[in-house]
């Protein structure tokens, strides 16, 4: 069984440019998750999603990050304009139906210079 | 609020036993996670603690105390391939959504 992909695994954005992150979850997990850790400091969490519905976004820090999961697939997480404290490893997860047995992806380092 | 503690680095030797701790503070908790991450790669579930007591899966064992707020996670029988990050992460009562702490790195050593 494959587990959660993210791509790209790396990128490397100006400040002020757009990027998308996008995360595949685990066949047949209808939950997923975004987290984010910035340089030095711990792993939070984003928001989650319930197939294509927004269960929990109270840990999206702004409006510049758009999470969509058209379909209840894979989602997708836009950074519009991109600051340079948005750098740092976004993880995605997904669970099926115990919610705490999250799987991890391997993480999108994004580095805004 | 959740405060999760837990230190920067520890180190062992092969072979031995290591205990990492782990100190919460929140105002509601449903339970305690312990998460594996090596350089590079994804954070990997280790154990869930609901209640007081210790849990064993192999060489791996994770013990909670409630009224304490403390968590530590123990690794017997070392091995080098144990070299790795070790995130501590609670949950408020009602989410299952961690609350991580900074990990704690564990270098092996021969």
């Known amino acids: 069984e494959a587990g959660v992909t993210q791509f790209p695994s790396h990128s490397v954005i100006e400040k002020g440019q757009t990027v998308t992150l996008r995360c595949d979850p685990i066949s047949g997990h209808d939950n997923l998750y975004w987290y984010r850790r910035v340089m030095g400091k711990e792993i939070k969490f984003l928001l989650h999603f319930v197939k294509e519905s927004k269960q929990d976004e109270s840990g999206m820090p702004n409006n510049r990050f758009l999470a969509e999961r058209t379909g209840g697939t894979y989602s997708t997480l836009k950074v519009q304009p991109a600051e340079l404290e948005d750098s740092g490893v976004y993880f995605c997860?997904?669970?099926?139906?115990?919610?705490?047995?999250?799987?991890f992806g391997p993480g999108t380092r994004l580095t805004v210079t | 609020g959740q405060n999760i503690d837990q230190p920067t680095e520890m180190t062992a030797t092969e072979g031995a036993i290591v205990q990492i701790n782990c100190t919460y503070q929140?105002?509601?908790?449903?339970?305690l996670f312990w998460y594996q991450q090596h350089a590079g790669e994804a954070p990997t579930f280790l154990s869930y603690?609901?209640?007081?007591g210790l849990e064993e899966k192999g060489r791996f064992s994770s013990f909670l105390s409630r009224s304490k707020g403390y968590s530590y996670l123990l690794l017997k029988e070392l091995q080098m391939k144990d070299s790795a990050s070790y995130l501590c992460?609670?949950?408020?009562?009602?989410?299952?959504?961690?609350?991580f702490g900074r990990g704690t790195s564990l270098i092996v050593h021969p």
């Open positions: 992460a609670a949950c408020l009562r009602g989410s299952y959504i961690p609350t």
């Open positions: 929140t105002s509601g908790f449903n339970g």
């Open positions: 603690n609901v209640l007081d």
């Open positions: 997860a997904s669970s099926k139906g115990d919610l705490r047995e999250q799987y």
